[in-house]
């Protein structure tokens, strides 16, 4: 299960993201996510806010109150800084009073010349523009609802001149979209967060758990945990092509521990949704298909091909297999101990409905 202090924070954050926007959802520009994995985050694990000297070891310091936040990355290219970039953060303090006073502390913090986001009067919004030493282009705006904060960063580093009318386009879609899934959200009262549960569906109990704590700092970004499928296409890089799978095969959630479950409506589709996380692959000119476990039919690997010395992406062995309406995904350092697990995580599900 959850093994750090803030578990309960960071199960309301993802609980925030089950209600968060992708912004594919209303701008299919925007369908990969290069070089960030979104999730949930807490006090105690924050994130850098774009555009201030504010990184996640001091974030409590500087913005204190926070219950939890949900961020999001995404990018128009899968090339880094080949086309405009969207950060997305979601924040809840606990007090409107927090949310406001965090809301002050950055406008102060924050560089570049004031505008307006259409629509959104009480939004606060910079355009900041550098030329030197290098030239970085981007649009910050955020607004208070209520205890929360919604911001946004629209990363520009191609147009020349920027252009302002379409970034800001961007930022009030989200902001649209962003407000809107809010409404399906009810905070949980801080005096009760303790109580929200570890696992659903008995899900977590079923992914195969890190046999040891050196493998387990390796988890992902967005740390353990059950994911309903909104929140879990958020961490995903080729979400444009995996929202589209998710919603053939009836992904509702996702659980990750040592390996990644995905439940999906039927066993047809779990194997659909296989060939899908297979087919997005980083660079399939890099990694080469062997075989799975022994006489477990259908489990794929994938490996860096022998030549290649420098693969042009950060990959290790990993693992595919379907059982039920299940499909799980393993990966560690070296392709035996993907396979064994694969295998563990097949037995694991076995049975189960």
Not at 187 to 202: C, F, G, I, R, Y
Not at 229 to 256: E, M, N
Not at 282 to 288: A, G, L, S
Request: proline content about 6%.
């Amino acid at each position: 299960m959850l093994r750090v202090p803030d578990a309960a924070n960071l199960l309301e954050a993802i609980r925030i993201g089950a209600v968060s926007p992708l912004t594919i959802d209303y701008d299919p520009r925007f369908a990969h996510a290069k070089g960030q994995a979104g999730g949930g985050f807490s006090a105690d694990h924050a994130v850098a806010i774009p555009g201030t000297d504010v990184n996640g070891r001091d974030f409590n310091t500087v913005f204190p109150g926070l219950i939890a936040g949900w961020a999001s990355y995404s990018s128009r290219r899968e090339e880094l800084n080949a086309g405009r970039q969207f950060n997305a953060l979601t924040m809840r303090f606990d007090s409107p009073e927090r949310a406001r006073a965090t809301s002050d502390e950055l406008t102060k913090r924050s560089q570049g010349d004031p505008v307006q986001i259409a629509g959104y009067p009480d939004a606060v919004a910079r355009q900041y523009l550098k030329s030197q030493p290098y030239r970085y282009q981007a649009l910050r705006t955020w607004l208070v609802k209520d205890d929360m904060i919604v911001f946004a960063e629209v990363f520009d580093p191609i147009s020349m001149p920027f252009d302002l009318a379409a970034n800001g386009s961007i930022a009030k879609a989200h902001f649209d979209a962003q407000l809107a899934g809010l409404q399906k959200y009810t905070p949980t009262p801080v005096a009760e967060l303790s109580k929200l549960p570890l696992d659903t569906e008995d899900l977590l109990s079923h992914t195969l758990p890190y046999a040891d704590q050196a493998e387990y700092k390796l988890k992902t970004a967005h740390g353990e945990g059950v994911y309903p499928a909104q929140a879990a296409l958020h961490t995903i890089s080729k979400r444009g092509k995996l929202k589209a799978a998710f919603a053939d095969s009836g992904v509702d959630y996702v659980s990750v521990f040592q390996s990644e479950v995905y439940r999906a409506r039927d066993n047809a589709a779990a194997i659909r949704l296989q060939a899908a996380l297979e087919s997005s692959i980083p660079d399939t000119t890099e990694v080469m298909r062997t075989d799975g476990p022994p006489n477990f039919e259908g489990a794929h690997c994938y490996i860096v091909k022998p030549e290649v010395k420098s693969p042009s992406y950060s990959t290790r062995p990993t693992c595919y297999g379907s059982v039920g309406r299940y499909t799980f995904i393993t990966n560690t350092a070296n392709i035996g101990d993907a396979r064994q697990q694969l295998a563990a995580q097949y037995k694991l599900l076995a049975g189960k409905g």
